[in-house]
Structures are given as C-alpha cells and as structure tokens.
T-cell receptor
Framework: DAKTTQPNSMESNEEEPVHLPCNHSTISGTDYIHWYRQLPSQGPEYVIHGLTSNVNNRMASLAIAEDRKSSTLILHRATLRDAAVYYCILRGEVGTSGSRLTFGEGTQLTVNP | GAVVSQHPSRVICKSGTSVKIECRSLDFQATTMFWYRQFPKQSLMLMATSNEGSKATYEQGVEKDKFLINHASLTLSTLTVTSAHPEDSSFYIC?????????????FGAGTRLSVL
C-alpha cells in the first residue's frame, strides 16, 4: 500500500483556518486521496476525497499538488468540534488490497478557544 | 451521509464468554463491510473485510476462529469474539461501503468498547 506521512500534531485557534498537510510521494496514478477524521471515542467520519483537482465540500477543502505527491486539507474556520485525529489515506483499485482504507497515525488537531 | 449503526456500544463480559457485535447499514446496501480494532492511543487496525454472501478475508495475524465474521445480507454484518480474554479488550469499529470505484466512501459505525474481565 502506498504510504502517507502526516505531522503527529497541530494546533489552531478557534475561528482561524487550519491547513493539515499530507505527503504521499509514492502515490500511483490511480490512487484517490481520502481524508477521514476521528473524534474522541467515536468511529471515523468521512471528510473529503479527490484525485487530481482541488475539491470543496461543506466540511473542508482539499488542495492537491500538481504532481500529486502531497495534499492539504483546509478547514476554513476551525471550531472546538473540529478537534480530532485527521487521517490522510490513499485508496487504490476496488477489488485489490489497495482498496482497503489503511489508517496511519494521523494528525491530532487541537483547537484552542 | 449514510448511516451505519453498530450495536452494542459498550459491553463488559467475563473471560471465556463470546460476544457478538452487529453492524448495520441503515440507508444503503453495502457490498463490503470492514472490521477494525483500535487500542488506546493507537490508530485503527483493519481486522477483516467481508463481502455479502462470501467468506471474510482476514488480515495477517488475525485469528479467523477467534473473530468470526458473518455477512449474511447487504445491510448486516456481525463480528463474534469467541472465548474472549482480557487481551481482546479493545474498541471495535465497523464500516460499510458500496464499493464501485476508488472514490467510494466508507461509512463508519460509532464503535463498540469491549472490556473483558
């Protein structure tokens, strides 16, 4: 499975933007970039995903580098409820082992009031 | 987003008993369900992948006779921890997906915290 690298932890202040980086230098041309987050004592929840173009949804934006070797999850205005572990995961072809979501250590985001 | 219900949310049992955990996709038919385990301060570890009507595929190091998975329908999968021991105490999380391509989303249950005394 292609590997991702994220900082162990980041801090932000409430109502400020947060940029969470992810490196995936061994990404294959067909891998999608998925982001999930896990709040304390809960199952993970989907945040956003993309392939090549930048993506926006109601939760966040995903900026993907032109060479696809890195991406950045952007929370436009952090709230206390955004404090969670954020996972950047590469998903490969359905029906192969690469289609599984393999969780790394993720980034623990702390949001200060 | 879609809803995945996991039950029970918490279970405490004596060593040697078996525990069954249910995972239901409430508003979509899931081609594939996944079972994860998470120890404190650690990331999720995939235990097995199950497709409706077929045997589960277990990850290396996961005992299939210990962790029985049944995926009898497109909306229900169960994980049975047989003869549970204290080292099986963990947070078990299921997820469900209708997998068609690499962009498909997995929806997760809220997790089951198992404590074996």
């Amino acid at each position: 499975d292609a590997k991702t690298t994220q900082p162990n932890s980041m801090e932000s202040n409430e109502e400020e933007p947060v940029h969470l980086p992810c490196n995936h230098s061994t990404i294959s041309g067909t891998d999608y970039i998925h982001w999930y987050r896990q709040l304390p004592s809960q199952g993970p929840e989907y945040v956003i995903h993309g392939l090549t173009s930048n993506v926006n949804n109601r939760m966040a934006s995903l900026a993907i580098a032109e060479d696809r070797k890195s991406s950045t999850l952007i929370l436009h205005r952090a709230t206390l409820r955004d404090a969670a572990v954020y996972y950047c995961i590469l998903r490969g072809e359905v029906g192969t082992s690469g289609s599984r979501l393999t969780f790394g250590e993720g980034t623990q985001l702390t949001v200060n009031p | 987003g879609a809803v995945v219900s996991q039950h029970p949310s918490r279970v405490i049992c004596k060593s040697g008993t078996s525990v069954k955990i249910e995972c239901r996709s409430l508003d979509f038919q899931a081609t594939t369900m996944f079972w994860y385990r998470q120890f404190p301060k650690q990331s999720l570890m995939l235990m097995a992948t199950s497709n409706e009507g077929s045997k589960a595929t277990y990850e290396q190091g996961v005992e299939k006779d210990k962790f029985l998975i049944n995926h009898a329908s497109l909306t229900l999968s169960t994980l049975t921890v047989t003869s549970a021991h204290p080292e099986d105490s963990s947070f078990y999380i299921c997820s469900a997906a209708y997998l068609r391509d690499r962009g498909d989303i997995q929806y997760f249950g809220a997790g089951t915290r198992l404590s074996v005394l």
